[in-house]
């Protein structure tokens, strides 16, 4: 039997490699998740409604086809692992003015969006959605319908926490036309639930995930995290079992992220974390059993079935990344509504107040939500796009990058090219005249492969007090 001090084999798709506890503990430092670039850090407090607004009219032009995100932020309780903008309240009607203010939000954003640009994504997420009623729910895809055209084949998603969820829910949702199920689930063992302060049965999700079948939605996605207090490799093998027995097409297994100078409550269960090879043996695990299953691992944290949109994507090189993980929508401009919701366009990021007395402060004085934001630069689109890259694709053609951008790429790229190679020794990337391409272990440390690129993460120690470790 294998110790913690023992390397592990990792085999993915055919593609086998060793991993030591020395190389995890060389890799394993704070990184962003990229889900833009540059990232949330950079984004500073002038950048406004009117940068904004401008940024907008000027996308309208191009006539991008849009994906929208709507930001839901209440739940019932907190579940001590969240990292997500939440407002934990059982006061029910504190959806009312919510409703109200977003209401105004998205008629002062459509009022400025050409109405020819369709909608091919919408997403919901939280928070928690369903905190809604189903009226409520009803009331606000309308409004979104009303200001906004949805193409006819656009993908309609929506984050469900089963705790919160009824049958009448899953009903609205498949009516208004909500083709897309993401289902909050983490870990099913006991012990774990009640440490995070999530218990929520196996019965209650199965029933739910079962019904939601019965409904017919095109795709049911469930997420997972590694790296929870109490989880072990054996507790965690078998929420994977029950799992792969519900049979959903894609399966997120995020990385916990510990970040307790940001959420304190953190704190209470940290001498319970796995940690190191410890934590990674957890995921190897999944990944193995995953994989075993049938389940292509995209990259980062995401699995699909092979017949999935997402492998056709990555096959073909047009899968995407967003604030949302893995998309096959790219090319859109994100536009994102409610409180702290982020927007993405071609040349700007924009993200709102991120309390409810600011964002509600804005739209009663009629003015945009839009707290931060910044101006996306050339040299920035051009990393974006090397970045881009390695976490979708796992392979960056230079020739493409010096067509789309008019530069060379290793002259542009040399200082990047060189710290590429230690990587190469460590069997991260192969680099060669005409590619980057990333190899098995630059799958599990792709954030460390893309921080190469980064050109804002300039000193360790300031990056550690921002992100979570890479793994
Ligand atoms: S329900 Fe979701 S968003 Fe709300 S606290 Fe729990 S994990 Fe966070």
Same mark, same amino acid.
């Given at each position: 039997?294998?110790?913690?001090?023992?390397?592990?084999?990792?085999?993915?798709?055919?593609?086998?490699?060793?991993?030591?506890?020395?190389?995890?503990?060389?890799?394993?430092?704070?990184?962003?998740?990229?889900?833009?670039?540059?990232?949330?850090?950079?984004?500073?407090?002038?950048?406004?409604?009117?940068?904004?607004?401008?940024?907008?009219?000027?996308?309208?032009?191009?006539?991008?086809?849009?994906?929208?995100?709507?930001?839901?932020?209440?739940?019932?309780?907190?579940?001590?692992?969240?990292?997500?903008?939440?407002?934990?309240?059982?006061? =029910?009607?504190?959806?009312?003015?919510?409703?109200?203010?977003?209401?105004?939000?998205?008629?002062?954003?459509?009022?400025?969006?050409?109405?020819?640009?369709?909608?091919?994504?919408?997403?919901?997420?939280?928070?928690?959605?369903?905190?809604?009623?189903?009226?409520?729910?009803?009331?606000?895809?309308?409004?979104?319908?009303?200001?906004?055209?949805?193409?006819?084949?656009?993908?309609?998603?929506?984050?469900?926490?089963?705790?919160?969820?009824?049958?009448?829910?899953?009903?609205?949702?498949?009516?208004?036309?909500?083709?897309?199920?993401?289902?909050?689930?983490?870990?099913?063992?006991?012990?774990?639930?009640?440490?995070?302060?999530?218990?929520?049965?196996?019965?209650?999700?199965?029933?739910?995930?079962?019904?939601?079948?019965?409904?017919?939605?095109?795709?049911?996605?469930?997420?997972?995290?590694?790296?929870?207090?109490?989880?072990?490799?054996?507790?965690?093998?078998?929420?994977?079992?029950?799992?792969?027995?519900?049979?959903?097409?894609?399966?997120?297994?995020?990385?916990?992220?510990?970040?307790?100078?940001?959420?304190?409550?953190?704190?209470?269960?940290?001498?319970?974390?796995?940690?190191?090879?410890?934590?990674?043996?957890?995921?190897?695990?999944?990944?193995?059993?995953?994989?075993?299953?049938?389940?292509?691992?995209?990259?980062?944290?995401?699995?699909?079935?092979?017949?999935?949109?997402?492998?056709?994507?990555?096959?073909?090189?047009?899968?995407?990344?967003?604030?949302?993980?893995?998309?096959?929508?790219?090319?859109?401009?994100?536009?994102?509504?409610?409180?702290?919701?982020?927007?993405?366009?071609?040349?700007?990021?924009?993200?709102?107040?991120?309390?409810?007395?600011?964002?509600?402060?804005?739209?009663?004085?009629?003015?945009?939500?839009?707290?931060?934001?910044?101006?996306?630069?050339?040299?920035?689109?051009?990393?974006?796009?090397?970045?881009?890259?390695?976490?979708?694709?796992?392979?960056?053609?230079?020739?493409?990058?010096?067509?789309?951008?008019?530069?060379?790429?290793?002259?542009?790229?040399?200082?990047?090219?060189?710290?590429?190679?230690?990587?190469?020794?460590?069997?991260?990337?192969?680099?060669?005249?005409? =590619?980057?391409?990333?190899?098995?272990?630059?799958?599990?440390?792709?954030?460390?492969?893309?921080?190469?690129?980064?050109?804002?993460?300039?000193?360790?120690?300031?990056?550690?007090?921002?992100?979570?470790?890479?793994?």
């Amino acid at each position: 039997m294998d110790t913690l001090h023992d390397s592990l084999t990792i085999n993915i798709h055919g593609e086998q490699a060793e991993i030591s506890p020395a190389l995890i503990e060389k890799y394993n430092q704070p990184g962003p998740r990229y889900t833009s670039y540059p990232t949330a850090p950079e984004w500073n407090d002038n950048f406004g409604q009117t940068e904004f607004v401008q940024a907008i009219e000027a996308a309208n032009a191009n006539g991008a086809p849009l994906s929208l995100y709507f930001h839901l932020p209440f739940c019932q309780s907190l579940c001590l692992f969240c990292g997500c903008n939440t407002v934990i309240t059982k006061k =029910r009607e504190v959806t009312v003015p919510y409703l109200e203010h977003l209401k105004k939000e998205i008629a002062l954003v459509s009022a400025k969006v050409d109405s020819s640009r369709l909608v091919k994504q919408l997403h919901w997420g939280g928070g928690t959605p369903t905190y809604l009623t189903p009226e409520e729910i009803r009331d606000l895809f309308a409004c979104i319908r009303e200001h906004f055209t949805l193409a006819p084949d656009a993908e309609i998603g929506i984050e469900v926490d089963p705790r919160a969820t009824t049958e009448e829910h899953c009903r609205t949702l498949a009516e208004l036309g909500f083709n897309r199920i993401s289902m909050g689930i983490q870990d099913f063992n006991p012990l774990v639930q009640k440490t995070i302060n999530r218990v929520q049965p196996y019965e209650t999700t199965k029933a739910l995930f079962d019904y939601c079948r019965e409904l017919g939605f095109e795709s049911i996605n469930v997420d997972l995290i590694y790296g929870l207090p109490h989880q072990t490799l054996h507790s965690f093998s078998e929420t994977v079992d029950k799992i792969i027995a519900m049979n959903p097409d894609r399966i997120a297994v995020f990385s916990y992220a510990h970040v307790p100078w940001l959420k304190k409550q953190q704190g209470s269960f940290a001498k319970h974390l796995p940690h190191g090879l410890e934590k990674f043996r957890i995921f190897h695990h999944a990944i193995e059993k995953l994989t075993d299953a049938g389940y292509r691992y995209i990259g980062m944290d995401h699995f699909a079935k092979p017949d999935d949109e997402l492998c056709r994507a990555q096959d073909e090189r047009t899968l995407h990344r967003n604030f949302q993980g893995y998309t096959t929508k790219a090319g859109c401009d994100l536009l994102g509504m409610g409180v702290s919701s982020i927007s993405g366009l071609e040349d700007v990021y924009a993200q709102n107040y991120r309390d409810l007395p600011s964002y509600y402060a804005a739209l009663n004085e009629g003015r945009w939500a839009t707290m931060r934001g910044m101006q996306v630069t050339a040299e920035d689109k051009l990393r974006r796009a090397v970045i881009n890259r390695l976490l979708c694709h796992c392979v960056v053609i230079k020739a493409e990058i010096e067509q789309a951008f008019d530069i060379n790429f290793d002259e542009h790229f040399a200082a990047e090219l060189t710290r590429l190679q230690e990587l190469e020794r460590d069997q991260l990337v192969r680099l060669s005249a005409d =590619r980057i391409e990333v190899a098995v272990l630059g799958r599990i440390f792709i954030r460390n492969v893309a921080m190469v690129f980064d050109a804002y993460l300039q000193q360790k120690s300031e990056r550690q007090k921002v992100f979570s470790k890479t793994l």
